[in-house]
């Protein structure tokens, strides 16, 4: 296995991954390189091959890094289309642990605290909740396609994916072909008319034949 690019990240993050999980596997060693680059990345893989990390780790590592040299500010960074909302549930909790995690290692090192607040938008968030996540935006953004639609149609919701620089489509293998796939595709070219810089794109599949 390619051990070399956990170089990359910051030391909190190295600790706590090899501790966890010892050594990259070859997607999350080929998806990072690319990401670390800023390139646009599609993520092919079997279940089990650690997809999620692959995809956001090389983003957690970015936050962190600029939470600690300059502070991160209130704003959306990150957003994460899933086509299913129980999915859209698990991301946030499979987020919510290595998060803690990587806090208790800056901790042990003495470093400052980083929060990075990541918040779910779907068509089943209460309204209150719905309010305060524009008043208060999350750095990472975990929503469905048609909710990111909606928030593209509110003077409230541009305002608070303006910011956005990544997008994260996962299951894309669920929405090639399809209506469905075709309408994201379009609202992810208005989240990019809209963004301040351009939007760097990461998509997530499972593998597919052909």
């Known amino acids: 296995m390619n051990t070399t690019i956990l170089q990359h990240f910051h030391p909190a993050i190295i ?47 970015a936050l962190v890094t600029e939470g600690l040299e300059r502070g991160l500010p209130q ?8 086509p299913l909302k129980a999915l859209s549930n698990d991301i946030e909790k499979n987020l919510q642990r290595p998060l803690q995690a990587i806090q208790d290692e800056l901790e042990s090192l003495r470093l400052p605290r980083v929060e990075i607040r990541v918040q ?21 953004l975990v929503t469905t396609p048609e909710s990111l639609y909606v928030l593209l149609t509110s003077d409230g919701g541009r305002k608070m994916l303006r910011t956005a620089r990544i997008a ?26 809209l963004t301040e810089k351009p939007l760097m794109r990461i998509g997530i599949s499972a593998t597919q034949k052909p």
């Open 15 to 61: 600790r706590w991954f090899v501790r966890e999980y010892q050594t990259p596997t070859e997607v999350q060693s080929r998806a990072w390189s690319a990401i670390l680059e800023k390139e646009h990345t599609l993520i092919a893989a079997p279940t089990g091959s650690g997809k999620t990390l692959a995809g956001f780790l090389a983003i957690l590592n």
């Open 75 to 82: 704003e959306t960074r990150v957003v994460y289309v899933s």
């Open 120 to 140: 779910v938008r779907t068509g089943d968030t209460p309204a209150g909740e719905r309010t305060a996540m524009l008043k208060s935006p999350p750095h990472i």
């Open 168 to 193: 994260i489509v996962d299951e894309i293998h669920a929405l090639v072909g399809s209506k469905r796939g075709s309408h994201l595709a379009l609202t992810l070219e208005r989240l990019q008319a």
